[in-house]
């Protein structure tokens, strides 16, 4: 099957600072990945959607000058969460595939903790 | 709006016992529909889809789910539940045209006692 990775897989960082998390697809190209964002015991909640090429799709509510999304190349997709704060701690998710027939993958999370 | 309701939150069955998971969604138009588990400490994982023909769709590891379009809903079965089934269970919808988005369901977490 389709391998997503994460990486890292957690970080710790000091209040104020930015935070990257790279998505990437191992073994398939992907146009479209998505980023996800899961608190404890909660569902995933839908951020963005990061097209390969283009503009980030965020979902409303998401601060799109706090989580910058960069899908550079169609293995690659980043995330910087930018200023970080504590409310931003939490496991942020990303998936990649999507098209109308396909499935998603998902990557294992990174666990973001900000002091 | 997409939204998917799980019906259950926490779910604790013994082994042996049959599981169904309740799934009902709300979308106006062609849907895709998943079920993804996952267990402690890894990632989501697909158990099974759907995406059109029979409506009664089989998954890995014993799991079926049935889609009942006129009640919107997608439940998951299994006849006979192991410990290793101990996982938290996700229902997730896709609208057709909606840009590949999955929209989950809150979650059920299922607890197999040995």
């Known amino acids: 099957g389709a391998v997503v990775s994460q990486h890292p897989s957690w970080v710790i960082c000091k209040s104020g600072t930015s935070v990257k998390i790279e998505c990437r697809s191992l073994?398939?190209?992907?146009?479209?990945m998505f980023w996800y964002r899961q608190f404890p015991k909660q569902s995933l909640m839908l951020m963005a959607t990061?097209?390969?090429?283009?503009?980030?799709?965020?979902e409303q509510g998401v601060e799109k000058d706090k989580f910058l999304i960069n899908h550079a190349s169609l293995t690659l997709s980043t995330l910087t969460v930018t200023s970080a704060h504590p409310e931003d701690s939490s496991f942020y998710i990303c998936?990649?595939?999507?098209?109308?027939?396909?499935?998603?993958?998902f990557g294992p999370g990174t666990r973001l903790t900000v002091l | 709006a997409q939204s998917v309701s799980q019906h259950n939150h926490h779910v604790i069955l013994s082994e042996a016992a049959s599981l169904e998971l309740g799934c009902n969604y709300s979308?106006?138009?062609?849907?895709?529909l998943f079920w993804y588990v996952q267990y402690p400490g890894q990632h989501l994982q697909l158990l099974l889809k759907?995406?059109?023909?029979?409506?009664l769709v089989k998954g890995i590891k014993g799991f079926e789910a049935e889609f009942i379009k006129s009640k919107f809903s997608f439940n998951l079965r299994k006849p006979s539940v192991q410990w290793s089934d101990t996982a938290e269970y996700f229902c997730?919808?896709?609208?057709?045209?909606?840009?590949?988005?999955?929209?989950f369901g809150q979650g059920t977490e299922l607890s197999v006692k040995p």
């Open positions: 998936s990649a595939g999507g098209a109308s027939t396909d499935t998603q993958y």
């Open positions: 073994d398939f190209q992907a146009t479209t």
């Open positions: 990061s097209n390969e090429g283009s503009k980030a799709t965020y």
């Open positions: 979308y106006g138009g062609t849907v895709n």
């Open positions: 759907y995406f059109s023909g029979d409506p």
């Open positions: 997730a919808v896709r609208g057709y045209n909606q840009g590949g988005k999955l929209i």
